[in-house]
């Protein structure tokens, strides 16, 4: 899939990086290498912001730290002002999701840090670091320490602290993710301000993100990418000039073309039989139910619209589409051209009480969900219905990568107690099919 959507803009010449057929892997003990990207390229010209656009999992960090020279790819190449890229770049800085301010520094101190490490005069690094503190709104707090900062002040300080450099790229890692509704908003916005009148340094940004409403209102370009392995399945140029309307009827429209790509290829993808080894989205039962509740309640009446059903819940890509996602691997609901829409299944699941609720639960888990009907089975068979959570785990690896094991198998006893299939005790690190005996004293 690759339908562009073309910008009446000339488009940018230059190209200041670019990114060639790059392949990342990671080796695990047993089975075949964990492939996180797979023949990824991208151009970045000068004057552009591009958006990496994707759910968890389809790998746009780990790009992101490729392109900054912070781990290396397993194939392909990074080219930097002509050259390929070896290590870390000289012209390119990067925003991280996380604040990682040193707490014990100044804001100043903090800025300076960067400039510090690369032997720059003092009365020179204090110039330039009280430039890009008022650059980027913060003057008036150069002596203030981290703690007495809010969430989004001291993501102005990681920006200044990138931008302080002078690079000729700014990397984005979802700068404002961490930060509530409005602050992100007005950071967002003071961030395009300075960009369209040409205050900041850098010549393009590449900027990842989960939110499609954000990447439609800052980028030139929208890279999407599917997960595991992450690979770009459509490049989505946005003909709209800054300033954006967000309630501009063609602005909505291009956020909910791009929630239907991404439905469609989420249900393209749990259309097939799931395997043990397939990655489980850490959702749960409460939101499931709560979503169900939603979509039969009048005002859906069993089907919503995604992109309005995000607004109206206060959810992010990276939160409704695991939730809709879990409701359709257990066969309460659909997803199709941008819609999520409850089958007969989870209309009945709506109607039906906590006990019925939990006796479907379970029938579903075992007959879609292989990872619960094994460990089901494996306790079934054992003369004390009882095995370790790292027998388990150690099966995941062969498949998953540890984090993404772990998160699976969290995710499956979650759901396996809310249908009680099985008991998980936490202290024992162990399943078993009996609840735990009381302690005598």
Known sequence: ????????????????????????????????????????????????????????????????????????????????????????????????????????????????????AQGVPADEMRELALRAIDLIG??????????????????RVGFARALVVNPSILLMDEPFSALDVLTAETLRTDFLDLWIENKLP????????????????????????????????????????HPRNRLDPRFRQLVDDIYSRMTVRAATGKATVLSIGERLPEVSTNLMAGLIETLASET???????????????????????????LQMLGYAELESGDVHLTPLGQQFALADTQVRKI?????????????????????????????????LSELEDYLSDSAAEQTLSAVTMWGRYAELFIYDDAAEAFSLDMPEAETT
């Not at 150069?142 to 809010?150: K, V």
């Not at 499609?212 to 595991?228: G, K, T, W, Y």
């Not at 409704?320 to 996602?325: C, G, K, T, W």
């Open 1 to 116: 899939m690759n339908d562009d959507i073309k910008n009446p803009a000339a488009p940018p010449t230059e190209a200041v990086l670019e990114v060639r057929g790059v392949r990342r892997a990671f080796k695990r003990p047993h089975g075949e290498p964990l492939v996180v990207l797979e023949s990824v390229n991208l151009n970045l010209h000068k004057g552009e912001i591009i958006g990496l656009l994707g759910r968890s999992g389809s790998g746009k960090s780990t790009l992101l730290r490729i392109v900054a020279g912070l781990i290396r790819a397993s194939e392909g190449e990074v080219i930097y002002r002509g050259q390929p890229l070896h290590g870390a770049a000289e012209g390119i800085s990067m925003v991280f999701q996380s604040f990682a301010l040193f707490p014990w520094l100044t804001v100043l101190q903090n800025v300076e840090a960067g400039l510090e």
């Open 138 to 155: 913060l003057d008036g707090f150069a002596n203030a320490y981290p703690r007495e900062l809010s969430g989004g002040m001291r993501q």
């Open 202 to 241: 850098i010549q393009a940004v590449l900027l990842v993100t989960h939110n499609i409403e954000e990447a439609v209102f800052m980028c030139d370009r929208i890279l999407v990418f599917s997960a595991n392995p992450g690979r770009v399945v459509a490049e989505i140029k946005v003909p709209f000039k």
């Open 300 to 326: 859906y009446k069993g089907r919503a619209d995604m992109p309005a059903l995000a607004q109206a819940l206060a959810l992010e890509v990276d939160e409704l589409f695991p939730l809709a996602e879990s």
């Open 360 to 392: 479907g639960f379970a029938k579903q888990m075992l007959t879609r969900i292989p990872l619960a009907a094994h460990i089901k089975n494996v306790l079934d068979e054992r003369p004390g219905h009882r095995a370790p959570a790292v027998r388990f």
